[in-house]
């Protein structure tokens, strides 16, 4: 999913972990690390400030967006909650 930022994208894994990536430089930017099972699905906020994460987990974990300073680069992410769901979280 792009990031709107023109080089940032994040991927969800089965290693229970979302990753947003630098696409130009191909290498991770940093890893969100919450989740005890498989990340199946990821959202954005309408204004792309926040990213949201699905797991098998049965939760959905809220992100706040972080840019490089004097820019609009994406440079991580910081955990702020965790909503339970009833059952895994498929789509967003």
């Known amino acids: 999913m792009d ?3 023109g080089v940032s994208c994040i991927s969800g894994s ?7 990536w630098n696409v130009n430089e191909g290498e991770a ?3 969100l690390r919450k989740h005890t ?3 199946s699905c ?3 906020t ?4 926040h990213i949201l994460t699905g797991s098998w ?3 959905i974990g809220l992100w706040e967006i972080h840019h490089e300073p004097r820019g609009r680069v994406v440079k991580g992410a910081k955990y702020l909650r965790e909503i339970k769901t ?3 979280v498929l789509c967003l």
Not at 14 to 20: E, F, L, Q, R, S
Not at 46 to 49: G, I, L, V
């Open 3 to 5: 990031l709107n930022d």
């Open 14 to 20: 089965y290693d229970n972990h979302a990753i947003i």
């Open 29 to 31: 930017v940093c890893a």
């Open 37 to 39: 099972a498989m990340v």
């Open 42 to 44: 990821i959202g954005l």
């Open 46 to 49: 309408q204004r792309r400030d």
């Open 57 to 59: 987990d049965r939760s």
């Open 86 to 88: 009833e059952g895994a």
